[in-house]
């Protein structure tokens, strides 16, 4: 009689953005209105619309995108420069 050992398939993990914080809360210069945005894993926003008074926001000089002038926490790319 022969055996068989059955491999049991390894779940690989991604750590490599697991530890980011993907929310930012971007303050509107002009009224001050506060905004939860959730904050793109691959590329920033270079262009921000408050929602409250209508101005459109963009980084300062500088910065990369909106999340880096104006948000709670910079965007993921920031983040992940911090890190290393
Ligand atoms: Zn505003
Ligand atoms: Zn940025």
Redesign the pocket.
Known sequence: MMERNIETNRNIEKVSFRDLNLKSIITCPECNYQQEENIPIIY?KYIYKCKNCGKILL?KEG???????YGSI??A??QKEKNI
């Open positions: 920033g980084p910065d990369c995108c909106v999340f880096c002038s910079p965007c790319a920031k």
